[in-house]
């Protein structure tokens, strides 16, 4: 799935991403707005994680 679909379809992804990335507020949830490099960034934030390990996250969550 490319990130204009993604980002068109965010509504529906917001329940996956609250469900699998609990640590991320509502705020950051509406921030990300479907976009990769936002998701990207509030997860290495949130968790800790390396770039690539964010990077394979999205990928997950787009080929969902």
Known sequence: ????????????LKGKVRENWGKLTDDDVDEIAGRRDHFIGKVQEKYGMKKDEAEKEWEKLANS
Do not use: P, V
Request: glycine content about 8%.
């Open 1 to 12: 799935m490319n990130n204009d679909i993604i980002e068109g379809n965010w509504k529906q």
